[in-house]
């Protein structure tokens, strides 16, 4: 029985300010009707954190995450940071450093929300630390190289442990949604690397007979997620094609703007959302927080069933219920075609509640 969630506040770059702390806001309204309380603190991170302490993701801010159970963290504009500032992107260092190698991204429409695709309801399990994304956590250009002035080169690495826990997640996750999972690779090219995921994920499938599970490649997949995207329950894929498929599955659903996201390690959960810093629309009070909402709404469900809390699960539910309430009444900010403002969607959320 916890009577408070400590939850790390990240802010963040473009519209992380805006969005972040009204997630934190309706995670506190949420958790304080469970008779949860939240404390927060906020911690340097992104451009500010470069203003404060010369980098964008400090020692210090490293060393604080430790103490929280949940970190909710914003987008970060790693191409507005000084060029002569060679240091990696800090979402980048809190995935390596914590081991979080497991990114949830669902994609479902919201009843009453403009789709392209009305039906979709899917979850994309992405292997967050190697394929071609694995030394993005390293020094800058260590994963990928110039010999000459005239060819790039980049490293994929694919590892069987770090396949097999991915594929654990994602047969996991299917057993608690629709028992379906369809492996994502590209073995017809990539055959050493994309193939060791495949195989690894086929073989991890095995001790799930109950799970139906089929195989596609990632081109293929980018169409049949257009095509007939409700046949989709479960997506476990690698970094990469991770990242593109689920900005596809977002879009789709309605709007970059709804995709949540969690990132975890068998001990820790980032509540991020899928989309990015979005300088062309930050400071004007117009971003959508669904995603970021929704994020940390599934960190609450990840830190309520880790520590056997209904509340926490119930807190979360009862987000995603007030989310899709007030965007069913016709509260939308302006990606969603509508004209509420972020605060005033925030509050409606709250009110919500
Ligand atoms: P990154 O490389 O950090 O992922 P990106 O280049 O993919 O960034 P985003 O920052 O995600 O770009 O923005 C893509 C587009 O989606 C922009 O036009 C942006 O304004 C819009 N967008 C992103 N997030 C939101 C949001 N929460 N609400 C409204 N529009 C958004
Ligand atoms: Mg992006």
Same mark, same amino acid.
């Given at each position: 029985?916890?009577?408070?969630?400590?939850?790390?506040?990240?802010?963040?770059?473009?519209?992380?300010?805006?969005?972040?702390?009204?997630?934190?806001?309706?995670?506190?309204?949420?958790?304080?009707?469970?008779?949860?309380?939240l404390?927060?603190v906020?911690l340097?991170?992104?451009?500010?954190?470069?203003?404060s302490?010369?980098?964008p @993701?400090?020692?210090?801010? #490293?060393?604080?995450?430790?103490?929280?159970?949940?970190w909710?963290v914003?987008?970060?504009?790693?191409?507005?940071?000084p060029?002569?500032?060679?240091?990696p992107?800090?979402?980048?260092v809190?995935?390596?450093?914590f081991?979080?190698f497991?990114?949830?991204?669902p994609?479902?429409a919201?009843?009453?929300v403009p789709?392209?695709a009305p039906?979709i309801?899917?979850? @994309?399990?992405?292997?967050? !630390?190697e394929?071609?994304y =694995?030394d993005r956590?390293?020094?800058?250009?260590?994963?990928?190289?110039?010999?000459t002035?005239?060819? =790039? #080169?980049?490293?994929?690495?694919v590892?069987?442990?770090?396949?097999?826990r991915?594929?654990?997640?994602?047969? /996991?996750?299917?057993?608690? &949604?629709?028992?379906h999972?369809?492996?994502?690779?590209?073995? +017809?090219?990539?055959?050493l690397?994309?193939?060791l995921?495949?195989?690894?994920?086929?073989?991890?499938?095995q001790r799930y007979?109950?799970?139906?599970?089929?195989?596609?490649h990632?081109?293929?997949?980018?169409?049949?997620?257009?095509?007939?995207?409700?046949?989709?329950?479960v997506i476990?894929?690698e +970094?990469?094609?991770g990242?593109?498929?689920?900005?596809?599955?977002? /879009?789709? !659903?309605?709007s970059?703007? #709804?995709?949540s !996201?969690?990132?975890?390690?068998?001990?820790?959960?980032?509540?991020?959302?899928v989309h990015?810093?979005?300088p062309?629309?930050?400071?004007?009070?117009?971003? +959508?927080?669904?995603?970021? @909402?929704?994020?940390?709404?599934?960190?609450?469900?990840?830190?309520?069933?880790r520590?056997d809390? =209904? &509340?926490?699960?119930?807190?979360?539910?009862?987000?995603?219920?007030?989310?899709?309430?007030?965007?069913a009444?016709?509260v939308?900010?302006?990606d969603?075609?509508?004209?509420?403002?972020? !605060?005033?969607?925030?509050?409606?959320?709250?009110d919500?509640?």
């Amino acid at each position: 029985m916890t009577f408070s969630v400590r939850l790390a506040v990240l802010p963040g770059d473009g519209i992380g300010p805006e969005v972040v702390p009204a997630a934190a806001a309706v995670a506190r309204a949420a958790l304080d009707r469970q008779g949860i309380a939240l404390d927060t603190v906020e911690l340097p991170f992104g451009a500010a954190a470069i203003a404060s302490h010369g980098v964008p @993701i400090p020692g210090s801010t #490293l060393d604080a995450l430790a103490e929280f159970d949940l970190w909710l963290v914003g987008p970060h504009d790693s191409a507005s940071y000084p060029a002569e500032l060679r240091h990696p992107a800090p979402g980048a260092v809190m995935r390596k450093q914590f081991g979080l190698f497991a990114n949830l991204r669902p994609a479902r429409a919201v009843p009453g929300v403009p789709a392209t695709a009305p039906d979709i309801d899917l979850l @994309i399990v992405r292997e967050n !630390s190697e394929g071609l994304y =694995a030394d993005r956590n390293m020094a800058v250009g260590s994963g990928e190289f110039m010999p000459t002035p005239d060819v =790039a #080169l980049s490293v994929g690495l694919v590892t069987r442990a770090a396949t097999e826990r991915i594929a654990v997640e994602a047969f /996991e996750a299917a057993r608690r &949604r629709r028992g379906h999972v369809t492996i994502v690779h590209k073995a +017809n090219v990539l055959r050493l690397t994309t193939g060791l995921f495949r195989d690894v994920c086929l073989q991890v499938a095995q001790r799930y007979p109950d799970v139906r599970v089929d195989t596609e490649h990632v081109d293929a997949m980018a169409a049949l997620l257009v095509r007939r995207p409700a046949d989709f329950d479960v997506i476990v894929t690698e +970094n990469l094609f991770g990242d593109i498929l689920s900005d596809l599955a977002a /879009e789709l !659903s309605g709007s970059l703007g #709804l995709a949540s !996201s969690l990132n975890s390690s068998a001990d820790r959960a980032m509540a991020q959302a899928v989309h990015g810093a979005a300088p062309d629309i930050a400071g004007r009070n117009s971003a +959508n927080p669904v995603a970021t @909402i929704g994020s940390v709404a599934m960190s609450l469900r990840w830190h309520g069933e880790r520590s056997d809390d =209904a &509340r926490a699960v119930r807190a979360a539910d009862a987000i995603d219920a007030a989310v899709a309430h007030v965007l069913a009444g016709g509260v939308r900010t302006v990606d969603l075609g509508g004209d509420a403002t972020t !605060s005033a969607f925030t509050e409606a959320v709250v009110d919500a509640l």
